[in-house]
């Protein structure tokens, strides 16, 4: 993870070289050609200056070029560290300044012959290294870095070793039944690590990743899709799609990223598709799994605890675990903090039931854990919509740059596909026309995911004794039946 190694192996195996490894809707790469592709934008990686070790940013609009410059980089032996092609200029020129990546990569590398040397990689003439570089693939390399969702103004990205994705895909391949024979579904932004993982984990089993980027294409790529990733709401696309009548294969829903909506298990059902369902984060991929609605259990290899919390009815999520990455680049901070082996990253859940006697533990190593995770939110104020995690302060402070607005607070209120969206509530004095300028500057400065979906103004945010904006009571404003008697009146 990535999965150069696993890649050139299928491609030097007679019965696997020439099976689908890669597929979009305008074109498609066998693991031969795929192989080819890696090893000649490993080639020159290596030969503009791109040394193992090195930090590699790959921002590509086109997923399979993405896919492959991630593989190649690996091949080099580099990091590769995976852009969104979509972000501002602004916010990529930060993310470069901030991180430093030996190299940028915003055009495709170049291409493969498709001839594939017989060999194996693990038995090169280098002692260990995969063909054609001088690097060994190792469980600790630091082998992928992409950020987690909402880092505008604050480029913090999560580098992962090898071995914490790549060593639970066994266990991922086991939940799903994935066969090398499948086709799998990736319909999302390879930037998102969810959908990364779901691409990486496809090659290394064998399988055919099908990467598409609009609705339309993914619908079309149901009749020869398996098993799909995907978040809450694309899930509800998807059903849609085919209670419709679009023809499907689809027999597994892999979702994660936000709370499964009320029915989406058994309509999925009902249209002959299992959903398994997981809860994770960027900096600790893989907490607990749900297979099928019984509720949340750890994850194979993961310890689970609940801290209490002083005067709160509900707890912090604390995981043992070898999948947690190894943290941030550049010295940011973030959600993630560590005790000792344990990491959390602010999540809430109520306290673990006790167990019955003679039960399973609630996390339980190697072993299939019994259902007992009740999770209630974020305790840091993230907002999770559509499987983006979006940090508040992030959006303020480009909305607080705008001469109009005096202060504002950016929360999360509740969506019913979304889980909950983007809310800014602005203080200012009555402007007609500050809803459309904010927009304008929050696309130009904001990622999708990041802009605000409802506006409301204020003449005075309610304070702390402090001074400070007190979100609280901000939150409880718009919870209620009448914001308006608080003040708060939708921005026009």
């Known amino acids: 993870m990535p999965v150069a190694?696993?890649?050139?192996?299928?491609?030097?195996?007679?019965?696997?070289?020439?099976?689908?490894?890669?597929?979009?809707?305008e074109r498609s790469r066998t693991y031969a050609a795929l192989a080819a592709d890696v090893r000649a934008g490993a080639t020159h990686l290596t030969a503009?200056?791109?040394?193992?070790?090195?930090?590699?940013?790959?921002?590509?609009?086109?997923?399979?070029?993405?896919l492959t410059a991630v593989l190649s980089a690996d091949h080099a032996g580099a990091t590769p560290l995976v852009c969104d092609a979509a972000w501002p200029r602004?916010?990529?020129?930060?993310?470069?300044?901030?991180?430093?990546?030996r190299t940028f990569v915003e055009v495709p590398l170049p291409r493969g012959t498709g001839a594939v040397p017989d060999l194996v990689p693990g038995l090169a003439p280098q002692g260990g290294a995969s063909p054609g570089t001088g690097h060994a693939p190792a469980p600790d390399d630091l082998a992928w870095?992409?950020?987690?969702?909402?880092?505008?103004?604050?480029?913090?990205?999560?580098?992962r070793t090898r071995a914490s994705w790549a060593g639970s895909f066994d266990d991922v391949t086991r939940l799903l039944r994935l066969r090398p024979t499948d086709t799998v579904l990736v319909p999302g932004p390879l930037a998102s690590s969810l959908y990364c993982f779901a691409a990486v984990h496809?090659?290394?089993?064998?399988?055919?990743?099908?990467?598409?980027?609009?609705?339309a294409?993914?619908?079309?790529?149901?009749?020869?899709?398996?098993?799909?990733?995907?978040?809450p709401q694309v899930l509800d696309d998807v059903l849609d799609a085919v209670a419709a009548g679009a023809p499907s294969r689809l027999r597994q829903a892999v979702v994660g990223g936000a709370s499964l909506a009320?029915?989406?298990?058994?309509?999925?059902?009902?249209?002959?598709?299992?959903?398994?369902?997981?809860?994770?984060?960027?900096?600790?991929?893989?907490?607990?799994?749900?297979?099928?609605?019984?509720?949340?259990?750890a994850f194979p290899g993961v310890d689970l605890a609940v801290r209490p919390l002083p005067a709160a009815s509900v707890g912090e999520v604390w995981v043992r675990s070898p999948w947690v990455s190894r943290g941030y680049l550049a010295r940011a901070t973030g959600p993630l903090r560590r005790d000792g082996a344990w990491s959390t990253v602010g999540d809430l859940a109520d306290p673990l039931p006790e167990p019955a006697p003679g039960a399973a533990p609630a996390s339980a190593p190697g072993g299939e854990a019994r259902a007992g995770l009740v999770l209630r939110g974020r305790g840091d104020g993230a907002i999770l919509t559509g499987g983006s995690t979006v940090v508040p302060e992030d959006v303020e402070v480009v909305l607080r740059a705008v001469p109009a607005v005096r202060d504002v607070v950016v929360l999360g209120t509740a969506h019913r596909r979304l889980g909950a969206v983007v809310s800014a509530v602005v203080e200012c004095d009555d402007r007609p026309g500050l809803r459309a300028h904010l927009e304008r500057v929050a696309r130009a400065a904001l990622a999708p995911?990041?802009?605000?979906?409802?506006?409301?103004?204020?003449?005075?945010?309610?304070?702390?004794?402090?001074?400070?904006?007190a979100r609280g009571a901000v939150s409880e404003a718009l919870r209620g039946t009448d914001p308006a008697r608080s003040g708060l009146e939708p921005l026009r």
Do not use: M, N
């Open 5 to 25: 190694h696993q890649v050139l192996t299928h491609a030097a195996d007679p019965a696997v070289r020439d099976r689908l490894a890669l597929r979009t809707p």
């Open 48 to 66: 503009t200056g791109t040394r193992p070790g090195d930090l590699v940013a790959l921002s590509l609009p086109d997923p399979l070029d993405l």
């Open 90 to 101: 602004a916010h990529r020129a930060e993310v470069l300044r901030t991180l430093a990546p």
């Open 145 to 159: 870095a992409g950020f987690s969702s909402g880092s505008t103004g604050r480029p913090r990205a999560v580098v």
């Open 202 to 215: 496809t090659l290394a089993v064998g399988a055919c990743a099908y990467l598409t980027r609009t609705p």
């Open 217 to 231: 294409a993914t619908t079309s790529a149901l009749a020869s899709s398996d098993v799909v990733h995907l978040v």
């Open 262 to 297: 009320p029915g989406a298990r058994s309509r999925a059902a009902a249209l002959g598709i299992d959903v398994l369902a997981y809860y994770g984060a960027v900096e600790l991929s893989f907490v607990a799994y749900d297979p099928d609605g019984s509720g949340l259990r």
């Open 449 to 469: 995911a990041q802009r605000p979906r409802r506006w409301y103004g204020t003449r005075a945010l309610p304070r702390t004794p402090s001074g400070k904006p």
